[in-house]
């Protein structure tokens, strides 16, 4: 008989005392225990997708897919790559090893990438795509407007929402959807621009150079302070219209001063629709929350 076994049968008593204690510990521990409904789990997998428009399966495969392919298969820590090459598309899916961050799989993809970014096709554009369940939402909250104006509640939203949420510890990210998107449209008139001797570059310095707005210090009274902001925001119809444009060559003598107005069509009209939110059927806006790993 072993001695740890003669000990065990000389003190049963505080035998069974420790193992009383043990158990008791034990079951205080379970409801500390950190539990989660979406734990953070990193799966070491990412894919790199390559469109390549107007190309055929075959040049896909040739130019693009088998390009990428032998770039990444000598990185550190790859344990299989599979490649699939379409009409226009080639995406290839690559797997780590366990323990691989996906930070670090994503780091050693694009250093790949970069390295044979001008043997690929000019018009191949690759990027990496990569994710774990952190970056899945924790909570999806629906909100709608109870006289149907969604439009002005997204705008609302978009605004508010990452302020107010952001400030509740654990929480890394929000997203507003569903929510309808404007945009100024400019529809360039080519025979006023070339009459007045401007190109579309011209246009668009216009827009960047006045669409600033910098902060420049603030006022301080009894009162509190209050922010001071220099220059205007380009974003109505009326302002796109009057600004000026300068050439890039030089203008006569008393040529009288262009803008956009005279060379170009603007309207304000909605964007392009990129995500639609229903809650029970119904037209809605989605908040989506993740969480800090």
């Known amino acids: 008989m072993s001695l740890i076994s003669k000990l065990s049968l000389a ?19 379970v409801g500390a225990l950190k539990q989660e409904l979406i734990p953070s789990i990193e799966i070491p997998s990412a894919a790199i997708v390559t469109s390549y428009p107007g190309a055929s399966p075959e040049v896909v495969d040739q130019q693009v897919s088998t390009l990428i392919e032998n770039a990444v298969i000598g990185l550190e820590g790859l344990e299989s790559t599979t490649a699939t090459s379409s009409t226009g598309l080639s995406v290839l899916r690559v797997s780590f090893q366990f323990g691989t961050s996906t930070t670090d799989a994503t780091d050693r993809l694009n250093a790949a990438i970069s390295s044979i970014e001008s043997a690929l096709p000019q018009d191949a554009s690759p990027r990496v795509i990569s994710g774990s369940f952190d970056s899945v939402p924790i909570i999806v909250l629906a909100v709608s407007a109870d ?9 609302a939203l978009e605004k508010l929402a990452p302020s107010l949420f952001q400030q509740v510890d654990g929480i890394r990210d929000i997203a507003v959807s569903g929510a309808k998107q404007k945009r100024l449209n ?4 080519q025979v006023a621009l070339a009459q007045a001797g401007l190109t ?11 669409g600033l707005v910098l902060p420049v210090g603030s006022l301080t009274d009894t009162n509190g302070s209050i922010s001071i902001q220099m220059g205007t925001a380009v974003d109505t119809v009326a302002i796109v219209e009057s600004l000026p444009l300068i050439s890039s060559t030089p203008a006569a003598p008393g040529q009288p001063v262009v803008t956009i107005a005279d060379v170009a069509s603007v309207t304000y009209e909605d964007a392009p629709v990129t995500s639609i939110a229903r809650t029970n059927g119904n037209e809605s806006i989605a908040i989506s929350i993740t969480k800090t790993p």
């Not at 006289?147 to 705008?155: K, R």
């Open 11 to 29: 003190n049963r008593a505080v035998v069974a005392l420790i193992t009383l204690i043990v158990g008791v510990f034990g079951f205080l521990s």
């Open 147 to 155: 006289n149907g104006d969604n439009e002005a509640l997204g705008a």
């Open 186 to 189: 400019l529809e360039l008139n």
């Open 200 to 210: 579309q570059r011209d246009i668009a310095t216009a827009l960047s150079a006045n």
